[in-house]
């Protein structure tokens, strides 16, 4: 979830606070509560799957990472890399990590004719549909 669910709980944890006070406008309030129960909704159900999903994340890119061969350069050691700690922020500044490489590996890549480098650029692209398929919220919230 962008941005960050502790980025959102901080700003409804200001919402609730300017809406305690009781000369606030009863439409405005009604309005924070249900952009706020919304808000609560999508974080749960972000927060829930969160370790899973980047957890499979990350080892898509390593895959990726890992079958670029020479392409990949500097950041081969990446591929190599083992989630071994669990915490969401940790998962998180590794995908950053991964996909700052992925973005070269592309860049790379996109220009070049070779049947091997088409095969790849088209990987990639699975790889970011399938990505973005992760984060999808469920129709219920949407």
Do not use: C, F
Not at 62 to 73: F, H, I, K, M, Q
Not at 76 to 104: K, Y
Not at 112 to 132: K, Y
């Amino acid at each position: 979830m962008k941005p960050d669910i502790p980025a959102v709980l901080a700003e409804l944890a200001g919402l609730v606070a300017r809406n305690a006070v009781p000369d606030v406008d009863p439409a405005e309030r009604a309005g924070a509560l249900s952009l706020s129960a919304a808000l609560l909704a999508m974080a749960a159900e972000a927060w829930d799957g969160a370790a899973q999903r980047l957890v499979e994340e990350n080892q898509a890119l390593r895959t990726l990472l890992s079958e670029a061969g020479d392409r990949v350069g500097p950041n081969a050691g990446l591929a190599q890399a083992v989630d071994d700690d669990l915490r969401i922020s940790t998962l998180s500044a590794a995908n950053a990590r991964l996909r700052a490489a992925l973005i070269e590996l592309h860049a790379a890549v996109e220009g070049d004719d070779a049947p091997d480098a088409r095969a790849l650029e088209s990987r990639i692209w699975e790889e970011l549909r399938l990505s973005t398929e992760r984060r999808q919220m469920s129709a219920a919230l949407a």
